[in-house]
């Protein structure tokens, strides 16, 4: 027999999760369907794990300064315990998730869920009539063929987090994306000899300025790291030592007891008949959509899954996108500028809007308030004083096109004042406001004030006459 329900949601990660929430908080009849671990990628093996560890990497990194600091005595990585503390943090937020959906009255289902026609779908042994339906099934890791012939020593993040490591400590990294360079750094830090392999320059296809990008690469070589570029594995096989041995583009070899392979996500889409539905894929393998998030009558993708900036940010951002659109058909539209993009590496980066040559490219004349840790009372006080504040507002008009962070608590502070650069008056909410002293965010205004004074830039405070 077919029920009927208001919305199913298919996918259980961060987008699914906040779709769910946000239709049953409207009153909605709202089932989640999830074929595989509660929490999706994000929690069980990617942003929540991960950042679990990166809170260990980082103490470990710090302790060179600890001594000036009247900290005495050395910390050791135990890298099986931090396993272990990951495996708990996720399994208590998991519950705690869990919890919430039956409270709301979610309907959960834990099946695979397949379309058979336009909002129809089965999944286990129920069938499924939908108002609306919100695909979001999320990504799952590439391994691209060269790596598949020692795969029982190829790790994806996904075995890195579900499973205790392997033993061995010499490890290759290979990717000069965010799994790269973060785990490069991570896993250094837990203890590991690390040999990082890549193509390109660590992160020399992302949105970050040029300047983030060198202080990266100087705080990684501080601690030690070297990215290997022009380094693309063309074959892997198991060594005589039970290992793996990388056979290079360039000739050479490396040998190592197991690698990470940090080399891309597709989207999951394979058991969803999607064409079923009437939705289309692109070249990529994303669901096609609309900027309303629409990938068919009724039905809308989300996240990994149709999104190619494939982070959980975007899928966050696309729920709330598809949700309002749910209660009122075209009154919410994409906004991937402003979702806040961050590192977790050898210095925290984070980044909102646009950078200088996409904001000269969209007819802007952008202009920068700019503003260094070197000399903030609090940064100085943590030991860290590298990092900076970088703003971007149209010269002419003081609208704000931009933020840029790098320095602890980036992802934090550029996460909350993407909302104000997305409004024409950001500058002057920036000016206007009263700042916490000492703290990294009064920075903000310091780069608001040169700028403005720099540029004549006009930043009429709230409720000024006009």
Not at 259 to 282: D, Y
Request: with cysteine; net charge negative; proline share 5%.
């Amino acid at each position: 027999m077919k029920r009927n329900i208001d919305v199913v949601v298919i996918g259980s990660g961060p987008g699914g999760y906040r779709a769910a929430v946000m239709a049953r908080q409207q009153g909605l009849s709202v089932a989640i369907i999830e074929g595989g671990s509660w929490g999706g990628t994000c929690l069980n093996r990617g942003c929540v794990p991960k950042k679990a560890w990166y809170d260990v990497a980082r103490l470990m990194a710090g302790q060179r300064g600890f001594a000036a600091r009247g900290i005495a005595g050395t910390l050791t990585a135990d890298a099986a315990a931090a396993w272990e503390h990951q495996h708990r943090v996720s399994a208590q937020v998991r519950a705690g998730y869990v919890d919430y959906l039956d409270r709301l009255g979610i309907e959960r289902i834990e099946a695979l869920a397949r379309f058979t026609a336009v909002r129809q779908l089965v999944a286990g042994t129920q069938s499924l009539s939908a108002g609306a339906v919100i695909v979001a099934t999320g990504s799952c890791p590439l391994l691209p063929p060269a790596l598949r012939m020692a795969d029982a020593r190829i790790l994806t993040t996904d075995d890195l987090f579900d499973r205790p490591l392997p033993p061995g400590r010499r490890i290759a990294v290979l990717g000069s994306g965010a799994v790269g360079t973060e785990m490069a750094f991570i896993l250094h830090h837990l203890g590991f000899s690390v040999s990082w392999l890549m193509g390109q320059p660590p992160m020399s296809r992302s949105e970050f300025s040029a300047p983030a990008q060198r202080l990266l690469l100087e705080r990684l070589a501080a601690s030690d790291i070297t990215p290997r570029t022009g380094a693309r594995v063309r074959q892997a096989s198991v060594s005589g030592d039970g290992g793996v041995l990388l056979s290079l583009d360039d000739g050479s070899q490396v040998s190592a007891d197991w690698v990470l392979a940090g080399t891309g996500r597709v989207p999951n889409t394979e058991s969803l008949n999607a064409a079923a539905a009437g939705m289309m894929l692109s070249d990529s393998g994303h669901i096609v959509t609309d900027a309303c998030c629409n990938a068919a009558e009724g039905t809308y993708a989300i996240g990994d899954v149709s999104n190619p900036a494939m982070t959980a940010n975007h899928a966050l951002a696309d729920a709330a996108v598809a949700v309002r659109n749910i209660l009122q058909p075209g009154s919410a539209k994409r906004a991937d500028v402003w979702v806040p993009e961050a590192l977790y590496s050898a210095i925290e980066l984070a980044r909102t809007g646009l950078g200088e040559d996409a904001a000269e490219a969209g007819g802007w004349e952008p202009a920068t308030g700019f503003a260094a840790f070197a000399l903030n009372p609090q940064a100085l006080a943590e030991g860290e004083p590298d990092g900076f504040l970088r703003l971007l507002a149209d010269m002419d008009s003081g609208r704000p096109l931009g933020v840029e962070m790098a320095g602890p608590g980036a992802g934090e502070l550029v996460g909350l004042l993407g909302p104000v650069f997305g409004s024409p008056g950001g500058l002057s909410t920036l000016a206007a406001a009263a700042y916490n002293h000492p703290s990294r965010g009064e920075e903000c205004f310091n780069a608001v004030e040169a700028m403005a004074a720099r540029w004549g830039l006009d930043l009429r405070l709230p409720g000024s006459a006009d």
